[in-house]
């Protein structure tokens, strides 16, 4: 890859595997693609990226959104603290929906928002087609070397220069991928074009079973059964044999409710931070988490970066404007820790 030496100006060459940040169920999640690969499944395949770009290698910031930014003022910080040679926006919002000053309180986002934008639905197959579309802007940018796809809701947990480190440093892509066991979402009519020992999930999200709500929790367990955004990206990778090539953990902290009373209504969602609970203890246990257990495989997935231990996650979600107000009231984005970047692999 190229390298991420401040100030360099040099020509480099674009390789054909592209380390991009994506989002299963905007989250905020990094996945390898061959750009081949996406040319094949693109809407438009005839895309044209050159090979070669001058300057730093930057970070695609892609937000995926219902409208505006909510928490456009702690993201105009996180940029504040960076090179602008090293990152660019791209925002995928409601059709027409325009970016300025009377929308967003943060330059950063004047007028990124893309123009072929297209009407969303949660857990359907649109949200897969919006963030094509933001990933097709922003390869259009041969610069563009990480792409980071982020939900309205999204918050950053380091500085950007820790995450411009954190990831520039791997060779590898992270991406949440696992076998799909437990679950009834593969459907045999799939079979041959999606084989079954391919099949993948993204998300360890998963009604838990409650035998005294007898009809009910199928039901609950049928609403959970229809989001196509949590496998398409990791099952596109294992078809092509690219998995030994990730980092099969997400980088994105998501609590998940475990209640099945409150999700009887509203359906299988992650716990909404506010204020009261997103406080530097809640943060400091995020940021102290260095491995995931995958239940479904029994595997225990150490969190590296180059072969480095570091923490899991770089992200976090669902945060609310008074909890995101808390974060930058702590300074959590304008503090560099490099400490963890050098530690010990377990």
Known sequence: MASAA??????????????????????????????????????????????????????AFLFLVRRNLPLDFLWDAFFQNGDVSRFSIYVHSTPGFVLDESTTRSQFFYGRQISNSIQVLWGESSMIQAERLLLEAALEDPSNQRFVLLSDSCVPLYNFS?????????????????????????????????????????????????????????????????????????????????????????????????????????GWHPVTFGYSNAGPQRIMEIKGINHVYYETEYRIE????????????????????????????????????????LATPP
């Not at 995101?324 to 560099?336: D, G, T």
Request: hydrophobic share 35%; aromatic share 10%.
């Open 162 to 266: 820790y995450v411009y480190n954190y990831v520039m440093v791997s060779p590898k892509s992270f991406v949440d991928s696992f076998l799909d066991v437990k679950e009834g979402r593969y459907n045999p009519k799939m079979s041959p074009k999606i084989p079954r020992e391919k099949w993948r999930k993204g998300s360890q999200r998963r009604p838990p079973i409650d035998t005294s709500k007898g009809k009910l929790n199928l039901k609950l367990q049928k609403l959970h059964n229809c989001i196509p955004d949590e496998h398409y990206v990791q099952t596109l990778l294992a078809m092509h044999g690219l998995e030994s090539e990730l980092e099969r953990r997400t980088i994105t902290y998501t609590l998940w409710n475990q209640s099945t009373t409150k999700m009887e209504n509203k």
């Open 6 to 59: 401040r100030g360099a100006k040099r020509r480099h060459a674009i390789s054909r595997k592209m380390l991009i940040f994506f989002s299963a169920s905007l989250s905020c999640v990094v996945v390898l693609l061959l750009l081949s690969l996406f040319r094949f499944h693109s809407p438009k395949p005839s895309i044209s990226v050159s090979r070669v770009f001058d300057g730093p290698p930057k970070i």
């Open 302 to 341: 150490w969190c590296r970066s180059n072969s480095t231990s570091v923490p899991c996650f770089l992200f976090a979600r669902k945060f609310s404007q008074g909890a995101a107000m808390r974060l930058l009231s702590q300074e959590v984005v304008n503090h560099f820790e490099v400490s963890a970047l």
